[in-house]
């Protein structure tokens, strides 16, 4: 079936450092989301990219979809505390009626 | 427009007795997705519901859990005779179409003890 990867599981970086990761997919998608979860709390959706090499910013926060369509990556800039939380990657696999397939996560520690 | 309700917020059940969990998906939203998730895991897909049909349910034990989603009211999960390794955090999610945006509940915390 399709998988959704996110490798490491856990990134500690340094207040004011670059943080990138990556979303791999076994199969091409129609579209990859991105969902941010603070500690205790439940997913939130951040982003929706649908276009082959598409590039969308949030303020410090750079999402990128692969031209293949099976990877995408998540970069912020100058890290702050309140980046602290786990970034999933959700794939749509292309077609009708699919489920959303997320990743395991990664969760970002930020050293103030 | 209320956000995706979930509810009980936090429950606690005996081992053997049955659990249920309730997601009233946003206004519009006719597409219902249901995740597990175990401390400091990620989320794990269990099942995909429209109004009154399972559309996936590959993510599901075959036994002890049921998913429906009726023409009027909220989605519901049910674990039977629930066992402690039942215990984690589930979440529901509804979407207006397949595969686009999810909106999460708060979750359900069960405890089995």
């Known amino acids: 079936g399709q998988q959704v990867m996110q490798i490491p599981q856990y990134q500690h970086v340094q207040e004011g450092e670059d943080f990138t990761t990556y979303c791999n997919s076994s199969t091409t998608l129609s579209n990859i989301q991105w969902y941010k979860q603070r500690p205790g709390g439940h997913p939130v959706f951040l982003i929706q990219l649908v276009k082959s090499g598409e590039v969308k910013k949030q303020k410090r926060l750079t999402f990128q979809f692969g031209e293949a369509k099976k990877n995408s990556s998540l970069h912020i800039t100058a890290t702050q505390t309140t980046d602290v939380g786990t970034y999933f990657c959700?794939?749509?696999?292309?077609?009708?009626?699919?489920?959303?397939?997320f990743g395991k996560g990664i969760t970002l520690s930020v050293r103030p | 427009n209320a956000g995706v309700m979930q509810n009980p917020r936090h429950l606690v059940r005996r081992r053997g007795q049955e659990a249920r969990l309730r997601c009233s998906p946003m206004k519009g939203h006719s597409h219902v997705y249901w995740y597990r998730q175990l401390p400091e895991e990620g989320l794990k897909f269990m099942v995909y519901?429209?109004?009154?049909?399972?559309?996936?349910e590959s993510g599901m034990p075959k036994e002890r859990f049921s998913a429906e989603f009726p023409k009027e009211g909220p989605s519901i999960l049910r674990i039977q005779q629930v066992v402690r390794g039942d215990s984690a955090a589930y979440f529901c999610a509804s979407s207006p179409l397949s595969g686009q945006e999810a909106f999460f509940g708060q979750g359900t915390r069960l405890t089995v003890v």
């Open positions: 519901l429209q109004k009154e049909n399972i559309i996936d």
């Open positions: 959700a794939g749509d696999l292309a077609g009708a009626n699919s489920k959303l397939t």
